[in-house]
């Protein structure tokens, strides 16, 4: 069965009604419907289907269903540009997407009346009718966030940016983290009853989106709220009135208002958040990075395209490139295929061209009439194919100025995909994880072609490259413009992971080279010389696939080379490039069979895998195509010639859609990219990009990182109260349970030196810095292990994976445990949760002899303690006891997981304390002989830091900091 193309939505009294439409097989295809609980089914009987009193709006596609903090939402195309054509098929980029609640009929109803008034005054404005849809949309089209609005002051259609020179509508030229930063209060008119900052606050604290004390502290939620909101004819000119403290807003609605339509608790803090959550995921579909394609499957090379049509294309498609795979779940499992819509992220474009020889001479011109080094982004593709029209037209009925024989018509196109794993932005996703899967991985496939994509008479040649982040454990703070670059894990750990990628990409691709192109000096050399060294060791013991295959390996220093502009020395590497491009060549399809199969892939990095990288792979597909023409005896000079600038505005556009999906700004070096000519001006533009690429990282980033890992199913709805909490989001892409377990199982291998002490159980445990401390400045991650004689507390080096010093404490020393309210900051609600911030004190005698604490002087940046922990040591001495802190960490409960049910941070620390006590007394009884009541141990239960002493420890300096984090962010 066919995908829909086009269906009509509307809301019923039982829920949304989705009616395919404007098909030739549309009597074949059947309504479904989606209760307001969000449960997908046939409608077996459309008793609305002409009931012309119910509002609809159409809609080109589905993307899924978003459900967060208890509420549904549909997402649906409603805005899309056509921006190439594959062997006839349509490719289309979503321009705007629609958030359509379902909550009840009538917010439905209201969202769906809006989005149609939008989309109708939008295509009055450029001259079509009401139902004219198959015009391409190039505006952002409506959703819950943006149609649904009071009207705005609308921009121009179209500017150029002043700093990347781009040519486009207004409103498309922001990156994801910038709207969310700049737009983030405007919700629009049905937002304004549910989801405005009027709305959503009773006190100003309130006003940035987050939740307040007050909010999160109420555990009753009402499960529906009938509330009004603005009319149709409300001033829309009229700034929102933000209320003073206490205050509230006639008619507002508050986060605990919200309708919910699931059953289940809610976390308010997730419902305080859920204005920008909605807001980024509007935000992030209507960002032109989004492709799809309703007959050609765009997850794969050209080469590799099923041909069974009876199989349907989301089963084609390669779940690493499937974007919406998790939100279209839904719609999977009700077996409705026809609305299961499959989207890429990454970049499609095309650029027709043709080529004729001149009459005498050897070298062929180049007819690219619309093609000039001031192009900045490419046309639509139906603006391109009327212009070709139009200049093809008048070009005849010109004197020629030379007899041209042998005219040939050419299409080139570029497909990027984007992975799935370890997706998202720049400094929040870097280097590798426990999948061997890196950072800013994307697949670029070069095709060229006849316009007819008749294989009979010409071929189709396909050029793959790839990229993707350093395969190592690696980091850099986002807070520095020339960050340092932090490694962690042993030599052996990150071995295991390189060997896992390249293994991967040899099953995928067969041979491999690598071409890494950061600094051999500077804050890059480090992780550059450890690269160059996994690459030796893998090759040294028995290559990618363990049976010899090697890996090939050019590390070129791009910044000295091409140093003072002249990034023409590209070609140094070229040169190197070239016996391996040469072997493994490209695909040629000709006859309808592959003649020809591209046997190896060129991997090519630097830092980010943008700027330098983007130069790189342009001049190599730059090569392949000359090679490719000249196959077929037309020599093309894409260096020089500037009627062939259209080949570098093609890979500039698609470097900087890369660029901006992953650090938010265009990328740097594009004019070089775009004329083959680097210029001060722009440098100085490279200098603006890189200020607000630094802006995103530090502002920005982290929140639209927790939206991407929530919608590709990488955590659950509670990263958004972990957000909130640190106004930061984890790597939810690293396994931080085996990296623990690995941690704990080192530890023992290194502190148990009795051969007859088995290790009982370990856990890995927050503790203050300094011993003999309840609360210091900073928290780290420690290891507890317990034997049948002893507990060990170790402190590591996390980066180099070893035992930074150890503490062994016999059991027959352990004087009591306590256990309770462990809370270490009020600054947000999760930090403040009794049920979530527990822990437990160890009270034990200090040995007197031996050395109290053991140190491992090789462990990197071990040193000596601090000043503080000195005193201590030396104070407990001379003091009858010690005792040591342990909080219990989160469960990771936004980690997915399948039939497992974490334990709550209460239960964890009652079962330490229980197991501690257990093995304890059985060693003291075991010591003394005897079972005295005075020996035995029992857990008092006993508040660490009660909520009441938290706030009085905490300081007016950090409260100030965190509000101020928070009303930046």
Same mark, same amino acid.
């Given at each position: 069965?066919?995908?829909?193309?086009?269906?009509?939505?509307?809301?019923?009294?039982?829920?949304?009604?989705?009616?395919?439409?404007?098909?030739?097989?549309? !009597?074949?295809?059947?309504?479904?419907?989606?209760?307001?609980?969000?449960?997908?089914?046939?409608?077996?009987?459309?008793?609305?289907?002409?009931?012309?009193?119910?509002?609809?709006?159409?809609?080109?596609?589905?993307?899924?269903?978003?459900?967060?903090?208890?509420?549904?939402?549909?997402?649906?195309?409603?805005?899309?540009?056509?921006?190439?054509?594959?062997?006839?098929?349509?490719?289309?980029?979503?321009?705007?997407?629609?958030?359509?609640?379902?909550?009840?009929?009538?917010?439905?109803?209201?969202?769906?009346?809006?989005?149609?008034?939008?989309?109708?005054?939008?295509?009055?404005?450029?001259?079509?009718?009401?139902?004219?849809?198959?015009?391409?949309?190039?505006?952002?089209?409506?959703?819950?966030?943006?149609?649904?609005?009071?009207?705005?002051?609308?921009?121009?259609?179209?500017?150029?940016?002043?700093?990347?020179?781009?040519?486009?509508?207004?409103?498309?030229?922001?990156?994801?983290?910038?709207?969310?930063?700049?737009?983030?209060?405007?919700?629009?008119?049905?937002?304004?009853?549910?989801?405005? *900052?009027?709305?959503?606050?009773?006190?100003?604290?309130?006003?940035?989106?987050?939740?307040?004390?007050?909010?999160?502290?109420?555990?009753?939620?009402?499960?529906?709220?009938?509330?009004?909101?603005?009319?149709?004819?409300? =001033?829309?000119?009229?700034?929102?009135? $933000?209320?003073?403290?206490?205050?509230?807003?006639?008619?507002?609605?508050?986060?605990?208002?919200?309708?919910?339509?699931?059953?289940?608790?809610?976390?308010?803090?997730?419902?305080?958040?859920?204005?920008?959550?909605?807001?980024?995921?509007?935000?992030?579909?209507?960002?032109?990075?989004?492709?799809?394609?309703?007959?050609?499957?765009?997850?794969?090379?050209?080469?590799?395209?099923?041909?069974?049509?009876?199989?349907?294309?989301?089963?084609?498609?390669?779940?690493?490139?499937?974007?919406?795979?998790?939100?279209?779940?839904?719609?999977?499992?009700?077996?409705?295929?026809?609305?299961?819509?499959?989207?890429?992220?990454?970049?499609?474009?095309?650029?027709?061209?043709?080529?004729?020889?001149?009459?005498?001479?050897?070298?062929?011109?180049?007819?690219?009439?619309?093609?000039?080094?001031?192009?900045?982004?490419?046309?639509?593709?139906?603006?391109? !194919?009327?212009?070709?029209?139009?200049?093809?037209?008048?070009?005849?009925?010109?004197?020629?100025?030379?007899?041209?024989?042998?005219?040939?018509?050419?299409?080139?196109?570029?497909?990027?995909?984007?992975?799935?794993?370890?997706?998202?932005?720049?400094?929040?996703?870097?280097?590798?994880?426990?999948?061997? *899967?890196?950072?800013?991985?994307?697949?670029?496939?070069?095709?060229?072609?006849?316009?007819?994509?008749?294989?009979?008479? =010409?071929?189709?040649?396909?050029?793959?490259?790839?990229?993707?982040?350093?395969?190592?454990?690696?980091?850099?703070?986002?807070?520095?413009?020339?960050?340092?670059?932090?490694?962690?894990?042993?030599?052996?750990?990150?071995?295991?992971?390189?060997?896992?990628?390249?293994?991967?990409?040899?099953?995928?691709?067969?041979?491999?080279?690598?071409?890494?192109?950061? =600094?051999?000096?500077?804050?890059?050399?480090?992780?550059?010389?450890?690269?160059?060294?996994?690459?030796?060791?893998?090759?040294?013991?028995?290559?990618?696939?363990?049976?010899?295959?090697?890996?090939?390996?050019?590390?070129?220093?791009?910044?000295?080379?091409?140093?003072?502009?002249?990034?023409?020395?590209?070609?140094?590497?070229?040169?190197?490039?070239?016996?391996?491009?040469?072997?493994?060549?490209?695909?040629?399809?000709?006859?309808?069979?592959?003649?020809?199969?591209?046997?190896?892939?060129?991997?090519?990095?630097?830092?980010?895998?943008?700027?330098?990288?983007?130069?790189? !792979?342009?001049?190599?597909?730059?090569?392949?195509?000359?090679?490719?023409?000249?196959?077929?005896?037309?020599?093309?000079?894409?260096?020089?010639?500037?009627?062939?600038?259209?080949?570098?505005?093609?890979?500039?556009?698609?470097?900087?859609?890369?660029?901006?999906?992953?650090?938010?700004?265009?990328?740097?070096?594009?004019?070089?990219?775009?004329?083959?000519?680097?210029?001060?001006?722009?440098?100085?533009?490279?200098?603006?990009?890189?200020?607000?690429?630094?802006?995103?990282?530090?502002?920005?980033?982290?929140?639209?990182?927790?939206?991407?890992?929530?919608?590709?199913?990488?955590?659950?709805?509670?990263?958004?109260?972990?957000?909130?909490?640190?106004?930061?989001?984890?790597?939810?892409?690293?396994?931080?349970?085996?990296?623990?377990?690995?941690?704990?199982?080192?530890?023992?291998?290194?502190?148990?030196?009795?051969?007859?002490?088995?290790?009982?159980?370990?856990?890995?445990?927050?503790?203050?810095?300094?011993?003999?401390?309840?609360?210091?400045?900073?928290?780290?991650?420690?290891? $507890?292990?317990?034997?049948?004689?002893?507990?060990?507390?170790?402190?590591?080096?996390?980066?180099?994976?070893?035992?930074?010093?150890?503490?062994?404490?016999?059991?027959?020393?352990?004087?009591?445990?306590?256990?309770?309210?462990?809370?270490?900051?009020?600054?947000?609600?999760?930090?403040?949760?009794?049920?979530?911030?527990?822990?437990?004190?160890?009270?034990?005698?200090?040995?007197?002899?031996?050395?109290?604490?053991?140190?491992?002087?090789?462990? $990197?940046?071990?040193?000596?303690?601090?000043?503080?922990?000195?005193?201590?040591?030396?104070?407990?001495?001379?003091?009858?006891?010690?005792?040591?802190?342990?909080?219990?960490?989160?469960?990771?409960?936004?980690?997915?997981?399948?039939?497992?049910?974490?334990?709550?941070?209460?239960?964890?620390?009652?079962?330490?304390?229980?197991?501690?006590?257990?093995?304890?007394?059985?060693?003291?009884?075991?010591?003394?002989?005897?079972?005295?009541?005075?020996?035995?141990?029992?857990?008092?239960?006993?508040?660490?830091?009660?909520?009441?002493?938290?706030?009085?420890?905490?300081?007016?300096?950090?409260?100030?900091?965190?509000?101020?984090?928070?009303?930046?962010?």
């Amino acid at each position: 069965m066919p995908l829909v193309r086009k269906l009509l939505i509307f809301a019923a009294v039982d829920g949304l009604v989705l009616q395919p439409r404007s098909h030739p097989q549309a !009597q074949q295809q059947q309504a479904i419907g989606i209760d307001y609980k969000g449960n997908v089914g046939p409608l077996l009987n459309n008793d609305h289907e002409d009931d012309d009193t119910l509002s609809s709006f159409e809609a080109h596609g589905v993307v899924g269903l978003l459900t967060v903090a208890t509420s549904v939402f549909l997402i649906s195309i409603c805005g899309r540009e056509q921006v190439a054509q594959i062997r006839g098929k349509p490719i289309y980029k979503i321009t705007g997407v629609a958030l359509i609640p379902l909550a009840s009929q009538a917010e439905a109803d209201k969202a769906i009346t809006s989005t149609r008034e939008h989309l109708h005054r939008h295509n009055k404005g450029r001259g079509t009718g009401e139902n004219d849809t198959d015009s391409e949309n190039e505006d952002e089209a409506s959703s819950i966030t943006d149609s649904l609005v009071e009207e705005m002051p609308r921009s121009p259609t179209e500017v150029k940016d002043p700093v990347t020179g781009q040519r486009g509508p207004a409103d498309k030229r922001s990156s994801v983290a910038e709207d969310v930063m700049q737009k983030k209060g405007v919700y629009g008119r049905f937002a304004d009853r549910w989801f405005s *900052r009027k709305g959503w606050s009773a006190e100003s604290r309130r006003t940035q989106g987050l939740s307040s004390e007050e909010d999160l502290a109420a555990k009753n939620v009402p499960k529906n709220v009938d509330s009004t909101g603005p009319t149709e004819d409300a =001033d829309a000119s009229t700034p929102d009135k $933000l209320p003073s403290d206490g205050e509230t807003t006639p008619g507002s609605v508050k986060p605990e208002d919200i309708p919910r339509v699931l059953e289940g608790e809610q976390d308010a803090t997730t419902v305080a958040l859920l204005p920008r959550v909605i807001q980024t995921t509007k935000m992030y579909f209507s960002s032109g990075n989004f492709f799809y394609s309703y007959d050609y499957d765009l997850s794969h090379a050209i080469a590799n395209q099923s041909t069974n049509a009876s199989i349907p294309l989301f089963k084609q498609y390669d779940p690493l490139f499937f974007w919406n795979q998790h939100i279209v779940t839904p719609f999977i499992e009700a077996g409705q295929n026809s609305f299961v819509l499959p989207v890429i992220q990454g970049f499609v474009g095309q650029r027709p061209f043709t080529l004729k020889i001149a009459d005498g001479k050897t070298d062929s011109l180049v007819v690219d009439k619309d093609a000039t080094p001031d192009d900045i982004q490419l046309q639509s593709w139906h603006e391109k !194919q009327e212009k070709e029209d139009t200049a093809a037209a008048e070009s005849d009925r010109e004197e020629p100025a030379a007899a041209l024989v042998d005219g040939k018509d050419f299409l080139l196109t570029l497909v990027s995909r984007r992975s799935i794993k370890r997706a998202g932005l720049r400094y929040l996703r870097r280097g590798i994880d426990d999948e061997g *899967r890196t950072a800013n991985t994307v697949e670029t496939e070069q095709i060229l072609s006849p316009p007819s994509w008749n294989t009979s008479q =010409d071929k189709i040649f396909s050029f793959t490259q790839l990229r993707g982040s350093i395969p190592l454990f690696f980091s850099q703070s986002p807070y520095s413009l020339k960050p340092q670059v932090s490694t962690w894990g042993s030599f052996e750990t990150n071995g295991q992971a390189f060997k896992r990628h390249f293994n991967d990409l040899a099953m995928r691709y067969s041979e491999v080279y690598v071409a890494s192109l950061i =600094d051999k000096h500077g804050t890059e050399a480090k992780i550059g010389e450890l690269y160059e060294q996994h690459a030796k060791d893998l090759n040294d013991h028995g290559g990618i696939n363990g049976k010899g295959k090697q890996l090939g390996f050019e590390w070129f220093d791009f910044h000295n080379v091409c140093r003072g502009m002249h990034f023409e020395n590209v070609s140094k590497l070229m040169d190197t490039l070239g016996p391996f491009l040469e072997s493994t060549g490209w695909t040629e399809i000709s006859n309808d069979s592959i003649a020809h199969k591209q046997s190896g892939i060129l991997r090519t990095n630097c830092m980010d895998c943008l700027d330098r990288t983007n130069v790189v !792979q342009s001049a190599t597909a730059r090569s392949a195509l000359e090679q490719q023409l000249s196959a077929g005896s037309y020599t093309i000079d894409l260096q020089t010639d500037p009627s062939t600038s259209w080949f570098n505005i093609l890979w500039a556009d698609n470097g900087d859609n890369i660029s901006r999906q992953y650090a938010g700004t265009a990328a740097l070096k594009g004019d070089f990219t775009r004329t083959r000519k680097r210029q001060i001006t722009g440098a100085l533009t490279d200098f603006g990009l890189t200020l607000t690429r630094y802006y995103n990282n530090i502002v920005n980033d982290y929140f639209a990182q927790a939206v991407i890992d929530y919608l590709l199913g990488r955590a659950t709805e509670t990263i958004f109260a972990e957000f909130e909490a640190d106004m930061k989001s984890s790597d939810y892409f690293i396994d931080v349970r085996k990296v623990r377990q690995a941690a704990i199982e080192r530890c023992a291998a290194r502190v148990i030196e009795d051969q007859d002490e088995d290790l009982i159980h370990g856990w890995t445990l927050s503790v203050p810095t300094s011993a003999n401390h309840v609360k210091t400045a900073t928290f780290e991650e420690a290891v $507890l292990l317990l034997t049948e004689k002893a507990l060990y507390f170790c402190r590591l080096d996390w980066g180099t994976e070893k035992v930074r010093e150890f503490e062994h404490v016999a059991l027959e020393n352990v004087q009591g445990l306590m256990h309770g309210v462990y809370i270490t900051s009020t600054l947000a609600q999760r930090h403040m949760d009794a049920e979530k911030n527990v822990g437990f004190v160890i009270r034990y005698r200090a040995d007197a002899q031996g050395e109290l604490i053991r140190r491992n002087t090789r462990a $990197l940046d071990s040193g000596a303690a601090n000043d503080e922990q000195k005193k201590d040591e030396k104070k407990a001495k001379l003091e009858e006891g010690r005792f040591l802190a342990f909080k219990a960490l989160p469960p990771r409960t936004s980690v997915p997981t399948e039939g497992e049910k974490a334990e709550s941070e209460g239960e964890v620390v009652k079962s330490i304390c229980e197991e501690i006590i257990r093995v304890a007394n059985k060693a003291k009884k075991t010591a003394s002989g005897t079972e005295s009541e005075d020996r035995i141990l029992e857990v008092e239960d006993k508040d660490i830091i009660s909520l009441a002493n938290a706030k009085k420890s905490t300081g007016y300096l950090e409260q100030i900091g965190y509000s101020l984090k928070k009303l930046v962010w």
